[in-house]
Protein backbone atom coordinates (compact mmCIF):
# COMPACT_ATOMS: atom_id res chain seq x y z
CA UNK A 1 0.00 0.00 0.00
CA UNK A 2 1.28 3.64 0.00
CA UNK A 3 1.77 5.61 2.84
CA UNK A 4 3.14 8.43 3.80
CA UNK A 5 6.38 7.71 5.74
CA UNK A 6 8.80 10.44 8.02
CA UNK A 7 12.49 9.50 7.10
CA UNK A 8 13.57 12.33 9.25
CA UNK A 9 13.78 16.29 9.74
CA UNK A 10 11.43 17.71 6.94
CA UNK A 11 11.84 15.04 5.13
CA UNK A 12 8.18 12.66 4.14
CA UNK A 13 7.72 10.35 1.24
CA UNK A 14 4.97 8.86 -0.19
CA UNK A 15 6.83 5.39 0.24
CA UNK A 16 5.37 1.76 -0.72
CA UNK A 17 5.04 -0.20 2.40
CA UNK A 18 3.73 -3.50 3.31
CA UNK A 19 -0.34 -4.30 4.30
CA UNK A 20 -0.72 -3.90 7.90
CA UNK A 21 -1.94 -7.38 8.96
CA UNK A 22 -4.48 -8.15 12.19
CA UNK A 23 -2.26 -8.75 15.29
CA UNK A 24 -4.42 -9.25 17.71
CA UNK A 25 -8.25 -10.29 18.92
CA UNK A 26 -9.40 -7.41 19.08
CA UNK A 27 -7.71 -5.28 16.33
CA UNK A 28 -9.50 -4.30 12.76
CA UNK A 29 -8.36 -3.14 9.43
CA UNK A 30 -9.28 -0.02 8.22
CA UNK A 31 -9.75 0.75 4.20
CA UNK A 32 -8.48 4.32 4.70
CA UNK A 33 -11.15 6.65 2.73
CA UNK A 34 -10.18 10.02 3.53
CA UNK A 35 -7.28 11.29 6.36
CA UNK A 36 -5.58 14.54 6.96
CA UNK A 37 -2.59 16.83 8.44
CA UNK A 38 -2.92 18.12 11.37
CA UNK A 39 -1.22 20.78 13.03
CA UNK A 40 0.78 18.32 15.40
CA UNK A 41 2.26 16.30 12.34
CA UNK A 42 4.10 19.40 11.72
CA UNK A 43 6.37 19.06 15.15
CA UNK A 44 7.15 15.80 13.89
CA UNK A 45 8.06 17.12 10.68
CA UNK A 46 10.31 19.44 12.11
CA UNK A 47 11.73 16.87 14.58
CA UNK A 48 10.38 18.68 18.00
CA UNK A 49 9.28 15.63 19.21
CA UNK A 50 11.60 13.22 20.40
CA UNK A 51 11.76 9.04 19.46
CA UNK A 52 10.93 9.19 15.80
CA UNK A 53 11.73 6.65 13.81
CA UNK A 54 12.81 6.69 10.35
CA UNK A 55 10.06 4.53 8.59
CA UNK A 56 7.14 5.81 11.05
CA UNK A 57 4.00 5.96 9.04
CA UNK A 58 2.58 9.49 9.84
CA UNK A 59 -1.22 10.81 10.46
CA UNK A 60 -3.66 10.30 13.25
CA UNK A 61 -7.12 12.21 11.43
CA UNK A 62 -8.59 9.08 9.22
CA UNK A 63 -12.00 7.24 8.38
CA UNK A 64 -13.02 4.60 6.43
CA UNK A 65 -14.69 1.20 5.59
CA UNK A 66 -13.82 -1.83 7.79
CA UNK A 67 -12.59 -4.23 5.77
CA UNK A 68 -11.10 -7.15 8.91
CA UNK A 69 -12.04 -7.88 12.10
CA UNK A 70 -10.66 -9.62 14.64
CA UNK A 71 -12.50 -12.18 16.66
CA UNK A 72 -12.80 -10.42 19.93
CA UNK A 73 -14.24 -6.99 18.10
CA UNK A 74 -16.81 -8.62 16.45
CA UNK A 75 -19.21 -8.03 18.80
CA UNK A 76 -18.81 -4.75 17.74
CA UNK A 77 -17.74 -4.02 14.10
CA UNK A 78 -18.00 -5.59 11.18
CA UNK A 79 -16.85 -5.59 7.39
CA UNK A 80 -18.15 -2.63 5.85
CA UNK A 81 -19.05 -0.47 8.59
CA UNK A 82 -18.15 3.09 8.31
CA UNK A 83 -15.90 4.82 11.09
CA UNK A 84 -14.12 7.36 12.09
CA UNK A 85 -10.53 6.64 14.27
CA UNK A 86 -10.04 8.76 17.02
CA UNK A 87 -6.23 9.52 17.56
CA UNK A 88 -6.27 8.30 20.70
CA UNK A 89 -6.50 4.48 21.36
CA UNK A 90 -8.47 3.21 24.25
CA UNK A 91 -8.80 -0.05 25.99
CA UNK A 92 -12.50 1.34 27.33
CA UNK A 93 -11.93 -0.74 30.75
CA UNK A 94 -8.81 1.01 32.35
CA UNK A 95 -9.89 3.10 35.64
CA UNK A 96 -8.72 6.10 33.37
CA UNK A 97 -11.21 4.88 30.52
CA UNK A 98 -13.89 4.50 33.18
CA UNK A 99 -13.42 7.95 34.10
CA UNK A 100 -13.59 9.40 30.98
CA UNK A 101 -9.83 10.26 30.32
CA UNK A 102 -9.20 8.09 26.87
CA UNK A 103 -5.97 10.12 26.36
CA UNK A 104 -4.63 9.00 29.31
CA UNK A 105 -5.56 5.16 28.72
CA UNK A 106 -3.25 2.90 30.84
CA UNK A 107 -2.96 0.11 28.85
CA UNK A 108 -2.49 1.06 25.01
CA UNK A 109 0.83 2.21 24.45
CA UNK A 110 2.31 -0.67 23.77
CA UNK A 111 5.70 1.17 24.70
CA UNK A 112 4.89 2.10 28.42
CA UNK A 113 8.10 1.59 29.77
CA UNK A 114 9.04 4.69 27.28
CA UNK A 115 6.03 6.94 28.68
CA UNK A 116 6.89 6.18 32.28
CA UNK A 117 10.62 7.07 31.47
CA UNK A 118 9.36 10.35 29.51
CA UNK A 119 6.26 11.58 31.32
CA UNK A 120 6.43 9.39 35.11
CA UNK A 121 3.69 7.66 34.13
CA UNK A 122 2.68 6.33 30.43
CA UNK A 123 -0.47 7.58 28.53
CA UNK A 124 -2.81 6.25 25.88
CA UNK A 125 -1.03 5.16 22.98
CA UNK A 126 -1.42 7.26 19.65
CA UNK A 127 -1.45 6.84 15.69
CA UNK A 128 1.65 8.09 13.74
CA UNK A 129 3.02 9.93 16.35
CA UNK A 130 6.09 9.10 19.01
CA UNK A 131 7.22 5.97 20.06
CA UNK A 132 6.50 7.68 23.74
CA UNK A 133 3.28 7.28 23.07
CA UNK A 134 3.30 3.33 21.17
CA UNK A 135 4.82 4.41 18.22
CA UNK A 136 1.67 3.07 16.33
CA UNK A 137 1.55 3.19 12.37
CA UNK A 138 -0.66 6.05 11.36
CA UNK A 139 -3.49 6.36 8.97
CA UNK A 140 -1.89 8.77 6.15
CA UNK A 141 -2.34 5.52 4.43
CA UNK A 142 -4.61 3.33 2.36
CA UNK A 143 -5.06 1.01 5.32
CA UNK A 144 -4.62 1.01 9.14
CA UNK A 145 -4.52 -1.22 11.70
CA UNK A 146 -6.70 -0.36 14.35
CA UNK A 147 -5.59 -1.78 17.92
CA UNK A 148 -8.71 -2.01 20.44
CA UNK A 149 -11.05 -1.33 17.39
CA UNK A 150 -14.08 -2.30 19.19
CA UNK A 151 -13.34 0.76 21.74
CA UNK A 152 -11.22 2.48 19.03
CA UNK A 153 -13.73 3.57 16.45
CA UNK A 154 -16.64 6.25 15.90
CA UNK A 155 -19.76 4.37 13.72
CA UNK A 156 -21.04 6.77 11.37
CA UNK A 157 -23.81 6.73 9.54
CA UNK A 158 -24.04 6.88 5.34
CA UNK A 159 -25.32 10.01 3.45
CA UNK A 160 -22.77 12.23 5.50
CA UNK A 161 -19.63 13.25 3.58
CA UNK A 162 -16.37 12.38 4.37
CA UNK A 163 -15.67 16.12 4.61
CA UNK A 164 -18.05 16.41 7.54
CA UNK A 165 -17.17 13.79 9.75
CA UNK A 166 -13.16 12.86 9.35
CA UNK A 167 -12.74 15.85 11.70
CA UNK A 168 -14.16 14.14 14.72
CA UNK A 169 -11.24 12.03 14.80
CA UNK A 170 -9.06 14.74 16.09
CA UNK A 171 -10.11 18.64 15.81
CA UNK A 172 -13.87 18.74 16.19
CA UNK A 173 -13.27 17.01 19.70
CA UNK A 174 -9.89 18.88 20.32
CA UNK A 175 -11.60 22.27 19.93
CA UNK A 176 -14.76 21.19 21.82
CA UNK A 177 -12.66 19.95 24.70
CA UNK A 178 -10.61 23.38 24.55
CA UNK A 179 -13.90 25.16 25.48
CA UNK A 180 -15.33 22.77 27.93
CA UNK A 181 -12.24 22.22 29.68
CA UNK A 182 -12.12 26.44 29.93
CA UNK A 183 -15.97 26.33 31.31
CA UNK A 184 -16.97 28.65 29.42
CA UNK A 185 -20.37 29.86 30.60
CA UNK A 186 -22.85 32.16 29.09
CA UNK A 187 -21.96 35.82 28.95
CA UNK A 188 -18.09 35.21 29.07
CA UNK A 189 -15.46 36.70 26.99
CA UNK A 190 -13.10 33.71 25.82
CA UNK A 191 -10.11 34.53 23.94
CA UNK A 192 -8.56 32.60 21.46
CA UNK A 193 -4.59 32.56 20.41
CA UNK A 194 -3.84 30.61 17.40
CA UNK A 195 -6.65 30.34 14.25
CA UNK A 196 -5.17 27.22 13.06
CA UNK A 197 -7.76 24.00 12.40
CA UNK A 198 -8.26 23.46 16.30
CA UNK A 199 -8.52 26.87 17.10
CA UNK A 200 -11.38 27.47 14.43
CA UNK A 201 -13.09 24.83 16.00
CA UNK A 202 -12.26 25.90 19.73
CA UNK A 203 -14.01 29.03 18.20
CA UNK A 204 -17.11 27.58 17.00
CA UNK A 205 -17.49 25.66 19.97
CA UNK A 206 -17.57 28.65 22.37
CA UNK A 207 -19.83 30.19 20.14
CA UNK A 208 -22.19 27.25 20.77
CA UNK A 209 -21.83 27.01 24.54
CA UNK A 210 -22.82 30.86 24.32
CA UNK A 211 -19.80 32.82 25.04
CA UNK A 212 -21.06 36.25 24.64
CA UNK A 213 -17.92 37.70 23.06
CA UNK A 214 -14.96 35.65 21.77
CA UNK A 215 -11.81 37.12 20.26
CA UNK A 216 -9.13 35.30 17.51
CA UNK A 217 -5.60 36.13 17.79
CA UNK A 218 -3.47 35.27 14.94
CA UNK A 219 -1.31 37.33 12.65
CA UNK A 220 -2.23 35.70 8.81
CA UNK A 221 -5.29 37.51 6.92
CA UNK A 222 -6.73 34.31 6.16
CA UNK A 223 -6.90 32.67 9.21
CA UNK A 224 -8.62 35.59 10.60
CA UNK A 225 -11.05 36.02 7.87
CA UNK A 226 -12.25 32.41 8.86
CA UNK A 227 -12.29 33.36 12.11
CA UNK A 228 -14.43 36.47 11.60
CA UNK A 229 -16.35 34.71 9.66
CA UNK A 230 -18.07 32.90 13.02
CA UNK A 231 -18.46 36.31 14.63
CA UNK A 232 -15.04 36.39 16.35
CA UNK A 233 -13.66 39.94 16.97
CA UNK A 234 -9.91 39.87 15.64
CA UNK A 235 -6.51 40.62 16.69
CA UNK A 236 -3.40 41.03 14.55
CA UNK A 237 -0.37 40.61 16.10
CA UNK A 238 1.57 41.96 14.13
CA UNK A 239 -0.12 45.07 13.53
CA UNK A 240 -1.99 45.62 17.23
CA UNK A 241 -0.86 45.33 20.49
CA UNK A 242 -2.74 42.28 22.23
CA UNK A 243 -2.73 43.22 25.50
CA UNK A 244 -4.36 46.35 24.97
CA UNK A 245 -6.63 45.32 22.26
CA UNK A 246 -7.81 42.93 25.00
CA UNK A 247 -8.23 45.45 27.82
CA UNK A 248 -10.02 47.39 25.15
CA UNK A 249 -12.88 44.92 24.51
CA UNK A 250 -13.51 43.99 28.07
CA UNK A 251 -13.13 47.46 29.83
CA UNK A 252 -9.79 46.59 31.00
CA UNK A 253 -10.71 43.29 33.12
CA UNK A 254 -9.26 40.89 30.44
CA UNK A 255 -11.01 37.88 29.38
CA UNK A 256 -12.46 35.08 31.56
CA UNK A 257 -11.57 32.29 29.34
CA UNK A 258 -7.99 31.68 27.53
CA UNK A 259 -7.58 29.44 25.09
CA UNK A 260 -3.95 28.39 24.51
CA UNK A 261 -4.78 27.09 20.21
CA UNK A 262 -1.05 27.22 19.66
CA UNK A 263 1.58 24.92 21.56
CA UNK A 264 4.98 24.47 21.01
CA UNK A 265 5.44 26.67 18.04
CA UNK A 266 4.43 30.13 19.23
CA UNK A 267 5.49 32.57 16.08
CA UNK A 268 9.03 33.89 16.55
CA UNK A 269 8.40 38.06 15.87
CA UNK A 270 10.82 40.78 15.68
CA UNK A 271 8.46 42.90 17.93
CA UNK A 272 8.12 39.64 20.56
CA UNK A 273 12.00 39.52 21.73
CA UNK A 274 10.83 36.22 23.91
CA UNK A 275 9.89 34.58 20.69
CA UNK A 276 13.65 35.95 19.55
CA UNK A 277 15.49 34.04 22.39
CA UNK A 278 13.02 30.87 22.87
CA UNK A 279 13.61 30.30 19.21
CA UNK A 280 17.60 30.43 19.88
CA UNK A 281 17.09 28.00 22.92
CA UNK A 282 15.33 25.63 21.35
CA UNK A 283 17.58 25.40 18.21
CA UNK A 284 20.36 24.40 20.60
CA UNK A 285 17.95 22.53 22.73
CA UNK A 286 17.93 24.34 25.52
CA UNK A 287 14.32 24.22 25.89
CA UNK A 288 11.70 22.33 23.35
CA UNK A 289 8.55 24.37 23.37
CA UNK A 290 8.03 28.29 22.54
CA UNK A 291 5.66 29.22 25.50
CA UNK A 292 5.30 32.62 24.52
CA UNK A 293 1.25 32.72 23.87
CA UNK A 294 1.18 30.83 27.53
CA UNK A 295 3.00 33.91 28.81
CA UNK A 296 0.67 36.29 27.44
CA UNK A 297 -2.53 34.73 28.39
CA UNK A 298 -0.99 34.38 31.51
CA UNK A 299 -1.02 38.68 32.00
CA UNK A 300 -3.96 39.10 29.89
CA UNK A 301 -6.42 36.69 31.73
CA UNK A 302 -8.89 38.11 34.31
CA UNK A 303 -8.11 37.50 37.53
CA UNK A 304 -10.30 33.84 38.69
CA UNK A 305 -9.72 33.47 34.93
CA UNK A 306 -9.27 30.21 33.30
CA UNK A 307 -6.26 29.33 31.14
CA UNK A 308 -7.12 26.14 28.60
CA UNK A 309 -4.05 24.87 26.70
CA UNK A 310 -5.32 22.79 24.12
CA UNK A 311 -2.09 23.40 21.73
CA UNK A 312 0.40 20.76 22.03
CA UNK A 313 3.06 21.47 23.85
CA UNK A 314 6.78 18.67 23.33
CA UNK A 315 9.04 18.91 27.20
CA UNK A 316 10.68 21.45 28.85
CA UNK A 317 9.07 25.59 28.50
CA UNK A 318 11.31 27.87 29.95
CA UNK A 319 9.89 31.16 31.73
CA UNK A 320 6.42 30.70 32.48
CA UNK A 321 5.20 32.91 35.17
CA UNK A 322 3.90 31.58 38.44
CA UNK A 323 4.22 34.27 40.48
CA UNK A 324 1.28 36.14 38.23
CA UNK A 325 -0.34 32.88 38.11
CA UNK A 326 -0.75 32.00 41.69
CA UNK A 327 -1.72 35.96 42.60
CA UNK A 328 -4.07 36.34 39.74
CA UNK A 329 -5.99 32.74 41.29
CA UNK A 330 -5.87 31.11 37.72
CA UNK A 331 -7.19 27.82 36.75
CA UNK A 332 -5.32 26.05 34.27
CA UNK A 333 -7.14 22.69 32.28
CA UNK A 334 -4.77 21.09 29.71
CA UNK A 335 -5.00 17.75 28.45
CA UNK A 336 -4.81 15.79 25.03
CA UNK A 337 -8.62 15.49 23.71
CA UNK A 338 -10.55 12.74 25.13
CA UNK A 339 -11.75 12.45 21.91
CA UNK A 340 -14.63 9.07 22.28
CA UNK A 341 -16.05 11.29 25.43
CA UNK A 342 -17.28 14.15 23.00
CA UNK A 343 -17.57 12.49 19.81
CA UNK A 344 -21.09 10.86 20.22
CA UNK A 345 -22.75 14.03 21.37
CA UNK A 346 -20.60 15.87 18.70
CA UNK A 347 -21.96 13.93 15.59
CA UNK A 348 -25.46 14.46 16.70
CA UNK A 349 -24.43 17.95 16.14
CA UNK A 350 -23.18 17.58 12.91
CA UNK A 351 -26.29 15.62 12.05
CA UNK A 352 -28.67 18.51 13.36
CA UNK A 353 -26.54 21.31 11.31
CA UNK A 354 -25.06 23.07 14.50
CA UNK A 355 -21.96 22.65 13.22
CA UNK A 356 -20.22 22.18 9.71
CA UNK A 357 -16.45 21.20 9.97
CA UNK A 358 -15.39 20.79 6.13
CA UNK A 359 -15.89 24.69 6.20
CA UNK A 360 -11.97 24.26 7.45
CA UNK A 361 -10.52 22.57 4.51
CA UNK A 362 -8.76 24.18 1.95
CA UNK A 363 -7.11 22.05 0.34
CA UNK A 364 -7.83 18.36 -1.02
CA UNK A 365 -5.30 16.28 -2.52
CA UNK A 366 -4.43 12.76 -3.41
CA UNK A 367 -2.22 11.12 -0.90
CA UNK A 368 0.55 11.16 -3.07
CA UNK A 369 0.60 14.95 -2.76
CA UNK A 370 1.01 14.34 0.24
CA UNK A 371 4.67 15.29 1.37
CA UNK A 372 4.39 18.84 -0.98
CA UNK A 373 1.43 19.75 1.27
CA UNK A 374 2.89 19.12 4.35
CA UNK A 375 5.30 21.68 2.97
CA UNK A 376 2.50 24.37 1.61
CA UNK A 377 0.93 23.93 5.02
CA UNK A 378 3.80 24.19 7.30
CA UNK A 379 4.83 27.24 4.65
CA UNK A 380 1.33 28.45 5.49
CA UNK A 381 1.79 28.89 1.39
CA UNK A 382 -1.54 29.24 -0.83
CA UNK A 383 -3.64 30.27 2.47
CA UNK A 384 -3.41 26.44 3.61
CA UNK A 385 -5.28 26.02 6.77
CA UNK A 386 -6.51 22.14 6.73
CA UNK A 387 -5.52 19.60 3.82
CA UNK A 388 -7.36 16.53 3.53
CA UNK A 389 -5.33 13.70 1.66
CA UNK A 390 -7.38 10.64 -0.67
CA UNK A 391 -6.03 7.67 -0.64
CA UNK B 1 23.79 10.50 18.21
CA UNK B 2 19.53 10.01 17.87
CA UNK B 3 17.52 9.30 21.43
CA UNK B 4 16.58 6.22 19.31
CA UNK B 5 19.76 5.23 19.46
CA UNK B 6 20.50 5.20 23.24
CA UNK B 7 17.39 4.06 24.37
CA UNK B 8 17.04 1.44 21.68
CA UNK B 9 13.87 2.10 20.44
CA UNK B 10 12.52 -0.15 17.84
CA UNK B 11 9.57 -0.90 15.53
CA UNK B 12 7.61 -3.52 16.57
CA UNK B 13 7.59 -6.88 14.33
CA UNK B 14 4.06 -6.61 12.59
CA UNK B 15 4.63 -2.82 11.61
CA UNK B 16 4.38 -2.57 7.84
CA UNK B 17 8.01 -2.04 6.52
CA UNK B 18 9.21 -0.10 3.26
CA UNK B 19 9.08 -1.45 0.30
CA UNK B 20 9.70 1.43 -2.32
CA UNK B 21 10.57 4.97 -1.27
CA UNK B 22 9.14 7.74 -2.92
CA UNK B 23 10.14 11.32 -3.49
CA UNK B 24 10.97 13.41 -0.56
CA UNK B 25 9.29 16.71 0.86
CA UNK B 26 12.80 17.91 1.28
CA UNK B 27 14.08 20.45 -1.80
CA UNK B 28 17.36 20.33 -3.56
CA UNK B 29 17.57 23.84 -1.89
CA UNK B 30 16.97 22.09 1.63
CA UNK B 31 19.71 19.38 0.70
CA UNK B 32 22.21 22.24 -0.05
CA UNK B 33 21.33 24.60 3.19
CA UNK B 34 21.91 21.75 4.91
CA UNK B 35 25.54 20.54 3.47
CA UNK B 36 26.38 24.00 3.83
CA UNK B 37 25.05 23.76 7.71
CA UNK B 38 27.46 20.86 8.15
CA UNK B 39 30.53 22.55 6.39
CA UNK B 40 29.79 25.74 8.82
CA UNK B 41 30.66 22.70 11.61
CA UNK B 42 33.44 21.41 9.86
CA UNK B 43 34.87 24.63 9.24
CA UNK B 44 34.05 26.17 12.81
CA UNK B 45 35.69 23.42 14.85
CA UNK B 46 38.81 23.18 12.47
CA UNK B 47 39.23 27.06 13.23
CA UNK B 48 38.21 26.80 16.42
CA UNK B 49 40.86 24.22 17.22
CA UNK B 50 43.70 24.70 14.80
CA UNK B 51 43.94 28.89 14.46
CA UNK B 52 47.69 28.51 14.67
CA UNK B 53 47.76 26.23 11.42
CA UNK B 54 45.25 28.01 9.37
CA UNK B 55 46.97 31.31 10.50
CA UNK B 56 50.29 30.07 9.25
CA UNK B 57 49.40 28.17 5.64
CA UNK B 58 47.68 31.36 5.08
CA UNK B 59 50.27 34.17 6.36
CA UNK B 60 48.30 35.71 8.70
CA UNK B 61 50.28 34.57 12.53
CA UNK B 62 49.11 37.34 14.09
CA UNK B 63 44.97 36.83 13.62
CA UNK B 64 44.89 33.56 15.49
CA UNK B 65 41.99 35.13 18.13
CA UNK B 66 40.22 36.42 15.14
CA UNK B 67 40.32 33.02 13.06
CA UNK B 68 39.09 31.57 16.84
CA UNK B 69 35.81 34.20 16.63
CA UNK B 70 35.15 33.03 13.28
CA UNK B 71 35.07 29.57 14.45
CA UNK B 72 32.49 30.88 16.79
CA UNK B 73 30.80 32.19 14.25
CA UNK B 74 30.65 29.74 11.92
CA UNK B 75 29.17 27.23 14.40
CA UNK B 76 26.69 30.02 15.52
CA UNK B 77 25.37 30.20 11.68
CA UNK B 78 25.48 26.38 11.21
CA UNK B 79 22.53 25.72 13.83
CA UNK B 80 19.63 27.74 12.31
CA UNK B 81 20.70 26.91 9.00
CA UNK B 82 20.56 23.22 9.87
CA UNK B 83 17.11 24.48 11.70
CA UNK B 84 13.58 24.86 10.17
CA UNK B 85 14.71 28.75 9.64
CA UNK B 86 17.40 28.18 6.80
CA UNK B 87 17.29 31.94 5.50
CA UNK B 88 18.17 32.87 8.96
CA UNK B 89 21.08 30.77 8.38
CA UNK B 90 22.40 31.21 5.15
CA UNK B 91 21.87 34.99 5.49
CA UNK B 92 24.28 35.00 8.90
CA UNK B 93 26.59 32.57 6.27
CA UNK B 94 26.46 34.96 3.58
CA UNK B 95 27.57 37.85 6.28
CA UNK B 96 30.39 35.61 7.50
CA UNK B 97 31.60 34.85 4.14
CA UNK B 98 31.60 38.90 3.31
CA UNK B 99 33.98 38.74 6.39
CA UNK B 100 36.33 36.08 5.21
CA UNK B 101 36.99 37.78 2.41
CA UNK B 102 37.70 40.83 3.58
CA UNK B 103 40.46 39.05 6.18
CA UNK B 104 41.72 37.08 3.18
CA UNK B 105 42.05 39.95 1.58
CA UNK B 106 44.38 41.27 3.69
CA UNK B 107 46.59 38.02 3.41
CA UNK B 108 47.00 38.63 -0.32
CA UNK B 109 49.43 41.28 -0.17
CA UNK B 110 52.53 40.80 -2.54
CA UNK B 111 55.32 40.14 0.89
CA UNK B 112 53.32 37.66 2.26
CA UNK B 113 54.87 34.65 1.87
CA UNK B 114 51.73 32.44 1.97
CA UNK B 115 50.16 34.83 -0.99
CA UNK B 116 49.25 31.81 -3.26
CA UNK B 117 47.56 29.81 0.16
CA UNK B 118 45.26 32.72 0.47
CA UNK B 119 44.85 33.72 -3.25
CA UNK B 120 43.30 29.66 -3.36
CA UNK B 121 41.33 29.88 -0.08
CA UNK B 122 40.15 33.55 -1.58
CA UNK B 123 38.90 31.52 -4.90
CA UNK B 124 37.52 28.92 -2.41
CA UNK B 125 35.46 31.39 0.01
CA UNK B 126 33.94 32.67 -2.92
CA UNK B 127 32.89 29.54 -4.37
CA UNK B 128 31.31 29.06 -0.97
CA UNK B 129 29.86 32.20 -1.73
CA UNK B 130 27.69 31.96 -4.40
CA UNK B 131 26.62 29.09 -3.11
CA UNK B 132 25.58 30.22 0.03
CA UNK B 133 23.45 33.14 -2.01
CA UNK B 134 22.25 30.44 -5.00
CA UNK B 135 20.83 28.53 -1.71
CA UNK B 136 19.35 31.27 0.44
CA UNK B 137 17.37 32.71 -2.54
CA UNK B 138 16.14 29.24 -3.55
CA UNK B 139 15.27 28.70 -0.03
CA UNK B 140 13.37 32.40 0.47
CA UNK B 141 11.39 31.40 -2.96
CA UNK B 142 10.37 27.55 -1.66
CA UNK B 143 9.30 28.56 1.67
CA UNK B 144 7.58 31.81 1.45
CA UNK B 145 4.13 32.03 1.87
CA UNK B 146 3.98 34.11 -1.70
CA UNK B 147 2.89 30.65 -3.67
CA UNK B 148 -0.68 30.98 -5.28
CA UNK B 149 -2.81 34.13 -4.20
CA UNK B 150 -4.43 34.73 -0.56
CA UNK B 151 -7.73 33.97 -0.23
CA UNK B 152 -10.36 35.44 2.12
CA UNK B 153 -12.46 32.68 3.66
CA UNK B 154 -15.21 35.12 5.37
CA UNK B 155 -18.31 33.14 4.21
CA UNK B 156 -16.88 30.33 6.07
CA UNK B 157 -18.57 30.18 9.55
CA UNK B 158 -19.23 26.41 9.63
CA UNK B 159 -22.29 26.82 11.44
CA UNK B 160 -25.11 26.36 9.60
CA UNK B 161 -27.58 28.45 11.23
CA UNK B 162 -25.58 31.61 11.48
CA UNK B 163 -23.66 32.69 14.27
CA UNK B 164 -25.79 34.54 16.03
CA UNK B 165 -28.70 32.28 15.83
CA UNK B 166 -25.79 28.95 16.38
CA UNK B 167 -25.07 31.62 20.19
CA UNK B 168 -25.51 29.12 23.21
CA UNK B 169 -27.28 26.14 20.91
CA UNK B 170 -25.56 23.83 22.95
CA UNK B 171 -26.63 24.72 26.15
CA UNK B 172 -30.11 23.40 25.85
CA UNK B 173 -28.54 20.06 26.18
CA UNK B 174 -24.52 20.17 27.48
CA UNK B 175 -24.10 21.17 30.77
CA UNK B 176 -20.22 21.37 31.69
CA UNK B 177 -19.62 17.62 33.54
CA UNK B 178 -18.42 18.38 36.83
CA UNK B 179 -14.93 17.16 36.11
CA UNK B 180 -14.45 19.98 33.91
CA UNK B 181 -15.99 22.96 36.14
CA UNK B 182 -13.61 25.46 37.01
CA UNK B 183 -16.37 28.34 38.17
CA UNK B 184 -18.48 28.12 41.02
CA UNK B 185 -20.92 30.85 42.33
CA UNK B 186 -21.28 32.03 46.25
CA UNK B 187 -24.61 30.05 45.96
CA UNK B 188 -22.88 27.02 45.34
CA UNK B 189 -20.39 27.48 47.56
CA UNK B 190 -22.06 28.57 51.26
CA UNK B 191 -24.13 25.90 52.67
CA UNK B 192 -28.03 25.91 52.58
CA UNK B 193 -29.09 27.55 55.99
CA UNK B 194 -32.15 26.17 57.58
CA UNK B 195 -35.39 28.08 57.33
Not at chain 1, 193 to 198: E, L, R, T, Y
Not at chain 1, 278 to 298: F, G, S, T, W, Y
Not at chain 1, 341 to 356: C, S, Y
Not at chain 1, 358 to 371: A, E, Q, R
Request: glycine share 10%; hydrophobic share 40%.
Amino acid sequence: MRALVWHGKEDIRCDSVTDPQIEDDRDAIIKITSCAICGSDLHLFHNLIPAMLPGDIMGHESMGEVVEVGAAAKAKLKKGDRVVIPFTIQCGECEQCQRGNFSLCQRTNRKGNLGDKAFGHRTAGLFGYTHLTGGYPGGQAEYLRVPFADTTHIKVPDGIDDEKLLFLSDILPTGWQAAVQADIQPGDTVAVWGCGPVGQMTIRSAILLGAEQIIAIDHLPERLSMAAAAGAVTINFETESVIERLNELTGGEGPHKCIDAVGSESHVNMGQPDTLLDRAKQMVMLENDRPHVLREMIYACRPGGVISIIGVYTGLADKIPMGQSMNKGLTFRMAQAHVPRWTDDLLRRIEDDQIDPSFVITHKVDLSDGPEMYRTFRDKADSCIKVMLKP
Amino acid sequence: MPITNTTQIARSKGDPRIVRKGPSSLTGSDRLARALGWFSIGLGLTELMAPGFIARTLGLESKEGLIRAYGARELASAVPTLSVDKPVGLASRIAGDVLDLATLSSALRPGNAKRDNAAIAFALVIGVTLLDLVAFAEVKASHGRERGTQRDYSDRSGLPRGPQASRGLARRDFDTPPDYRAEGSVADAVPATAP
